[in-house]
């Protein structure tokens, strides 16, 4: 009897051969716009699936904010999945700058409070949130996270893209050449401010 | 000068008057392939993206396992964004039965230790995993989690999906009117062991 | 033989009779993920697919600047396609402020000299063109286009969904209620700048 | 015991609760551009699901042709799915008209011999193809199918869509009240020809 | 004016040089999440789209059951375009164990009787079919057939997807290393049974 | 403070280190079903995403018509994001035989007179325009457009794909070796007629 499935087992993996269960991202070969190519099923472990550094991040800085991200490039096992994840630390008074993605993201507080929100053509949407608390920020929205708690915060973050972009308002605007003329002409911030924020952001032009 | 800016202003408003911001989920209406429709913008406020429950769910069963979640049915903003979360709760030897989603699924360890895999027609993917790692189960596989550690464990979960399905294996065989003659057949499970479990998951035929 | 044909073209029909040729917007239902539903086909006609008012819009403004969109809510034979057109206008120094869309933006100038680009975290990707030339907005880039001739400048575009949204940097932070010092803290925007531009926006908060 | 685990079955339907296993069109409503609406899991049984009707259809006609189609419409468990099925029967010396499907065809021949293919811009890919050979028309292209053994011929046909729409060349061009002189200058094909066709296939113009 | 119409052709070709009509299967480049990068045009031929082995297969096993299946990698047409085949053949008292796919499933009857199902958290959709009927598994359900008739059964499948993967619960459970404590604590399963089933499908652990 | 914010500055780096804001397409990988493989971002310049040969061009030949188009394939920043454009010229009586897409067309005109149509297997919707006149093609449909003015025309075309494959019916039937046997069967055509314009179009067979 044990003969007669093993014969019916190796039948059925003639039926299942060709089958695609995984796509794990060779990092090696170009990217495309569905995702990296696979690497061979026999390269893979149970460690393209698994990241292990979730951990807080130094918020010793002005901002009081650390942020660690599990992304494809460092998550093989995501690749072509459509989601990612990362962990935000807020030190007192931190704060997360402005910024859209090409991706929903949702955060879930899990120490402290912060008040996160975002923005259409039409109104703020803002709550001030805590330990239990889901935000949600639309795909291509322009949000914001300050932590308004007394202490520190942490929040972990998932996206609906393995590996997102990240659009930051003044990384964008101060810090590369942009002209300050075209800056000026497009956003009718003062010349003034815009040099001061270059000079912050290491921009120039 | 305020008055030009203004006049700009609603100018510029006539370009997005149309845009398509939001769809946030009217759960009255019927669902659709895509998700709900979009319930008029004037309805909408920031509680349509906030989710205020993951807190610990009871593990006083003897599964001890508690799960949460956070789908566009509870949670109307996250309609056709392809994205949700839960929390789960495993008490000491908690486990979550196995099952597939029809949705790539992220789990991230906030407390304790689990033993967490999933299973390819080729090999167990299989890790035991704690505070700061994270697991990918990619979409459609089989996979499970038992709490492998000494005390309670905690996670949270992100899906590919607003409103992810869940099959789980016992209660799909088990807890309907499947007839035994069928399940027995198509599993290989001894009729005896069928029926324990029906009894258990109250099936009946 | 002809009445052997128009049987054979009736039994055609009974193969196409479930064909799905067609959905056009029915503006009057509520929107979905997937756009709007369908009305029934015998109130399509011609005119749901032909728009005729990509006319030059009225300059005389402080900006120079003038849009006209042909999107699904006005044109609704786009609904479902991924595509519609716009016709901007620019006098004399005209410029469009700073913006992102949830689609790709395909630009062609028509007449005039316009300077225009977008910006990565690496990089900005600017350039000045003329008549026959075309640029390329990536989905959810911000972008900023100038006039930089001497005249007018005149240009069509296209993006790749039916119904986008625009997220104007400037309306979006200085033309609603959203707390001064939410702005400061993640602009990093000095105060006074800030309440300038919310008095020009119409801002309050 | 049972008790308990009864207990844990309501405890994982909470889980479950808003799963979203199925979307069967509900027909009576207007379509949508990713299906029709769901109907309430309530109202759905198996014959959602089950096609009765992929019997030979009548070839007494000159085109020894017939075709039974299993889209949507008649199969509402296909909603949203992207699949869909017919029956092709062909008479001695039957043909379909050339076509195209906005869906990639699949067919399978069943019985009898047939010759059948598909254009590009660069070549015709055709092959005389028998019971246990399959042809795939990718999505888009012109594709022909004509009885080339001595008997009839019998396919099953795929195609990747839940409601795929078909456009036949002659019912297109001489089916309807197209112009003359539009038809002449856009193919051109002798006015006599199109008359010739017109008269046919009923069309006027 | 044949010449001209000649001149008109080329032009017309540098309209279509760069067209994208096809994107056959390189099998022996890295698969992406979106399919096989794409031979050369030059290189794909009509037995690209061709496949010529949908023929019985052998049923004599104990389990009277054959599967010959029509997937990208033996159909290099199918690439990118999101369909397949297969076919099924039963002897007497013939079934497929319990699975679940990535794709939606659509079965055929061409000869003898079954009886299908899939199994929804509410609901079990049963029915037995006979030739001319067809059945849907929705993408991700777990599903069966058995050969209820008295003679053999002869089924055509087509999927929704061009690789489908197969997750056949007992290869999955039994068919590799997973431990028999993890099976017993997430299956409720009894341990002996386990171990019996496991000697059947050579799973160790 | 300039240090700590260009501290800050490289933190929030690490937070975009893995950002996927482009996806050039590298033309000399071969293509996937997704697009090409994305070049290095070191190797991208804003000529990647600027066409500068919309020009018009010439129409001198008997059907008075010229096509200049910008696909993935001259304008690599397209790569992925759905969209591309084209410039159409018409000489007086010029015209463009009727073909279809695997894309949504979009037509703007910007000089002269043309009437447009696409034809559904129920009607012909067709329309004479003008400049600032846009008409939509929807996917799929066989379209036409003739210069139906007193002088030439001009258009701006955008399509709903990078690299959209043109479907001209008189190339697919006449322009190459497809049997006229096959072509009279599936036509309807009448022989003398295929023969006559085989020998226009360079066809055999």
Redesign the interface.
């Known amino acids: 009897?044990?003969h007669?499935?093993?014969?019916?087992?190796v039948?059925?993996?003639?039926?299942?051969s060709?089958?695609?269960?995984?796509?794990v991202a060779?990092l090696l070969?170009?990217?495309?716009?569905?995702?990296?190519?696979?690497?061979?099923?026999t390269n893979v472990?149970?460690?393209d699936?698994?990241?292990?550094?979730?951990?807080p991040g130094s918020t010793i800085?002005?901002?009081n904010?650390?942020?660690t991200?599990?992304?494809?490039?460092?998550?093989p096992?995501?690749?072509?999945?459509?989601?990612?994840?990362?962990r935000a630390d807020f030190g007192i008074?931190g704060?997360?700058?402005?910024h859209?993605?090409?991706a929903?993201e949702?955060l879930?507080v899990?120490e402290g409070q912060i008040?996160a929100?975002?923005?259409?053509?039409?109104?703020?949407?803002?709550?001030t949130?805590k330990p239990?608390?889901?935000?949600?920020?639309?795909?291509?929205?322009?949000h914001?996270v300050?932590n308004s708690g007394v202490g520190k915060a942490v929040a972990?973050v998932?996206?609906?893209?393995s590996?997102?972009?990240?659009?930051?308002?003044?990384?964008?605007?101060f810090?590369?050449?942009?002209s300050t003329s075209?800056?000026a002409?497009?956003?009718?911030?003062?010349v003034s401010?815009i040099l001061?924020?270059k000079?912050?952001?290491?921009g120039t032009?």
């Open positions: 009897m044990i007669t499935i093993l014969f019916f087992f039948l059925l993996s003639s039926y299942t060709y089958a695609d269960d995984l796509c060779d070969l170009p990217n495309t716009p569905s995702g990296y190519p696979c690497k061979s099923e472990t149970v460690n699936f698994v990241f292990s550094g979730l951990v800085n002005p901002f904010f650390a942020i991200s599990a992304f494809v490039t460092s998550l096992g995501l690749n072509g999945l459509g989601i990612s994840a990362a008074n704060s997360v700058p402005v859209t993605h090409d929903t949702l879930i899990v008040t929100g975002f923005i259409t053509r039409t109104k703020v949407y803002s709550k949130i239990g608390d889901l935000i949600v920020f639309p795909k291509g929205l322009l914001f300050v972990f998932a996206f609906s893209s590996n997102p972009s990240t659009q930051i308002l003044d990384t964008l605007l810090g590369n050449n942009l075209i800056i002409e497009t956003t009718l911030l003062d401010q001061k924020l000079a912050q952001f290491n032009g």
